[in-house]
């Protein structure tokens, strides 16, 4: 490239980013928020979950990925982080969520009529920097995400630079592939949860990691 | 600059305004109490009811026997608000700070007046010849502070004022009566067995001895009679009730050209909110349709703002959930209720997040229905589905003083909660529950007491290993529930938790570890 030209580039990001500096920022710059599992972070994640990201948790049926979603959620719960919880249908049992040591005072709990309704109270809350993590439980239901929606959350989520989770089975409604940035598959292994990346756009993809959750 | 305050006072104001409605009753005797009931006390008379012997503080009743023909009327607070509101709102022709005492007095920052009204008198002549005009019976005072303008309006004649100049306020009230303090009946006696009349003979009692017998309030009370009120001027600031309507060339028969004509209405009053350094609480619009019917459509927020993009949002929500029987040939914008304009930072997470979530409640609240938005709270009880309660959620904010008391009542339950198992049944399982409730109807076959195979919910399997039961009965003050819990694992290494509710011996899917 011409001297000229990389000058005048250079110069034209310097102009953009005094005015927009979230122009600059490119697609795969993320600031990690911490789980608080150490081996999820930093063995299987750069540091934790990519903060304006969309994520998935896939799991059979008592495969253990509720408790892990807990887990997870307890570890960003620690600060002044508040969650909102989409459950569709409603099987959310806070005693548990409790004992995993969520803050129950900063999570609300949403029942939305559809998986639509709920992504766009989800885009508001994201919008207006209420919340810093919405979960979708997706457990028991075979509703159509629409694209558009989804879009619009995932922009938001962007700006707010917070975290959507999807929690879902194998056979549960799917989310587009190509929105989300990483898929963990979680499978139990007798006392222990193995987590394996699916798809990472931050990361190694096929990696494992062998979680000890009575500790 | 030298600080002075104007006060107002119009005497029987409340009694005023029933008389403007009622013409025919000025040369009757009238009172005025809270109701008509003949225990309510008269808290307004006119001069006929005075010379029939009708006293203050009366029961209607004792009024009634006192003067037979005598008119009871029941006093009407909102439509005298109204009236002072009103009053109140053309006085700012003399001060941009005026603050309602109660309905009839009125205090008017009086301050820097120098360049208008070289003299204070030609001030407090212009204000009652002003109040005159409105058909008000009017008397002023002005000094160096509220409590001292008051006394001076008080001692006035009508449509007359008396002037108290700065720094002779002590002396001024010196020898006034002591029944001008804001007293309760039982300090005045007080006061009037220790042979105290005047404000004078009060201000040189020591301050010690005043705060033994009278309290906190007693060194108020001398504080006023020592001509030292320091309390400020808190202006009234006026809702903004302003309205404007569009007629459209061409009748609205979509959603974005609603939108797009409300957003230009309201784009103009909000600014002019905003330069008045007010912010819009609700907003009222009204969409007239060709059949000449009128949809009102309510949008309120939490917290002030002047973002017209909040407002078309809620409306948009709004619109959505209506179907317009006609195309729209007028739209019509009120601002209904504003409040002083404060600037917040927004930022994601930090401890201002309480006050953003109000704000957006109300969004929320629209796409999901009131009571869908909860809050778990964790409570004592045997039963899985007992153990939690999800209340509706409201913000700190919005939340009244009782609700505020109730919820830490509830947040003190919960700290005392968490000592107590998370699940209750399963020591053994790492895994969280996933909770049915209410319980699915399941089949089981036992062999000796053990599990062997459940039918529930279109699925099946064998099981493969079992731990429990345990008990749990309670309610016995009511309905009862007596059952036996079971962890089971199916061989595909599902995990549920099932129980056998006693006596009817049906079995029930609690719930799944997942």
Redesign the interface.
């Given at each position: 490239m011409y001297p000229a030209i990389k000058t005048q580039i250079k110069q034209l990001q310097e102009q953009l980013a005094c005015k927009y500096p979230q122009t600059l920022i490119r697609w795969n710059e993320y600031v990690p928020i911490p789980t608080g599992i150490s081996p999820l972070d930093h063995e299987l994640l750069q540091g934790g979950f990519p903060s304006g990201h969309l994520i998935e948790i896939v799991g059979s049926k008592s495969s253990g990925k509720t408790t892990l979603l807990f887990k997870i959620l307890s570890g960003l719960n620690k600060k002044e982080n508040s969650i909102a919880y989409f459950g569709f249908p409603y099987t959310f049992y806070p005693p548990s969520a409790q004992g995993s040591g969520i803050d129950l005072k900063k999570l609300l709990v949403l029942r939305p009529k559809n998986i639509q309704f709920g992504l766009r109270a989800a885009e508001i809350l994201f919008r207006s920097r209420g919340i810093c993590v919405a979960v979708f439980d997706l457990v028991g239901t075979n509703d159509q995400i629409s694209k558009a929606l989804l879009l619009r959350l995932k922009r938001s989520v962007k700006q707010a630079s917070g975290i959507g989770i999807f929690l879902r089975e194998p056979d549960s409604t799917r989310v587009q592939r190509n929105q989300i940035a990483l898929c963990l598959k979680v499978e139990k292994l007798n006392q222990k949860l193995s987590v394996k990346t699916e798809k990472s756009l931050f990361g190694k993809e096929n990696q494992n990691v062998e979680l000890v959750l009575n500790d | 600059m030298i600080k002075r305050i104007a006060c107002v006072i119009i005497p029987n104001f409340p009694l005023l305004i029933q008389f403007r409605n009622k013409p025919e009753l000025d040369k009757t005797p009238v009172v005025l109490a809270k109701s008509e009931s003949n225990r309510s006390k008269v808290l307004y008379m006119n001069i006929q009811a005075a010379n029939e012997g009708v006293d203050l503080g009366m029961t209607v009743i004792q009024a009634k026997n006192v003067c037979p023909e005598l008119c009871v009327l029941a006093r009407d607070p909102k439509k005298e608000q109204y009236s002072f509101d009103e009053l109140s709102r053309k006085l700012e022709r003399f001060s941009p700070f005026i603050e309602e005492a109660k309905p009839g007095i009125a205090y008017l920052d009086a301050s820097g007046f120098r360049r208008t009204y070289p003299q204070e008198r030609d001030l407090a002549e212009k204000l009652i010849s002003f109040i005159r005009l409105q058909g008000y019976p009017v008397k002023a005072g002005m000094a160096g502070n509220k409590f001292t303008s008051l006394v001076g309006a008080s001692i006035s004649e009508i449509y007359s004022y008396t002037i108290v100049p700065d720094g002779k306020e002590k002396e001024f009230l010196k020898s006034q009566s002591i029944q001008l303090l804001p007293l309760d009946q039982k300090t005045y006696e007080t006061l009037h067995r220790l042979g105290i009349k005047t404000l004078g003979q009060f201000a040189i009692l020591p301050d010690q001895e005043v705060v033994e017998r009278f309290g906190s309030e007693g060194l108020k009370l001398l504080k006023l009679a020592r001509g030292q009120d320091d309390e400020p001027l808190k202006p009234k600031i006026f809702d903004e009730e302003e309205s404007q309507a569009k007629d459209l060339d061409s009748p609205l028969e979509t959603q974005i050209g609603i939108l797009f004509y409300v957003n230009s209405i309201l784009e103009k009053q909000l600014s002019n909110l905003s330069g008045k350094g007010l912010a819009c609480e609700e907003a009222l619009v009204i969409l007239k349709t060709e059949n000449n019917k009128e949809i009102p459509i309510q949008l309120s927020v939490a917290k002030g703002t002047n973002k017209t993009k909040v407002f078309i949002?809620l409306l948009r929500f709004e619109l959505e959930k209506i179907t317009l029987p006609a195309p729209v040939k007028e739209v019509k914008v009120n601002i209904q209720r504003s409040s002083p304009l404060l600037s917040e930072q927004?930022?994601?997470?930090?401890?201002k997040?309480a006050s953003?979530?109000s704000?957006?409640f109300s969004?929320?609240k629209r796409?999901?229905g009131n009571g869908?938005?909860?809050?778990?709270?964790?409570v004592s009880s045997h039963k899985?589905e007992g153990?939690?309660k999800?209340v509706r959620?409201t913000h700190h904010k919005d939340r009244s003083p009782k609700e505020n008391r109730k919820n830490k009542k509830s947040?003190k339950r919960?700290i005392t909660d968490?000592s107590?198992?998370?699940?209750?049944f399963s020591q053994n399982s790492?895994?969280?529950?996933?909770?049915?409730?209410p319980p699915k109807p399941a089949t089981v076959r036992t062999e000796d007491g053990l599990v062997k195979f459940i039918i529930a919910d279109s699925w099946y399997g064998g099981v493969v290993r079992q731990r429990g039961p345990w008990e749990v009965s309670g309610g016995w003050w009511s309905e009862g529930y007596e059952r036996c819990y079971f962890e089971i694992e199916l061989s595909?290494?599902?995990?549920y938790l099932i129980f056998l509710e006693n006596p009817s011996k049906r079995w029930f899917l609690q719930?799944?570890?997942?």
């Open positions: - | 949002d927004l930022s994601l997470c930090q401890k997040e953003v979530l704000q957006i969004q929320i796409i999901l869908n938005i909860l809050s778990p709270q964790i899985p153990k939690f999800l959620y947040d919960h968490l107590e198992s998370a699940f209750g790492i895994l969280g529950l996933r909770l049915y409730n595909e290494g599902e995990q719930g799944i570890f997942d």
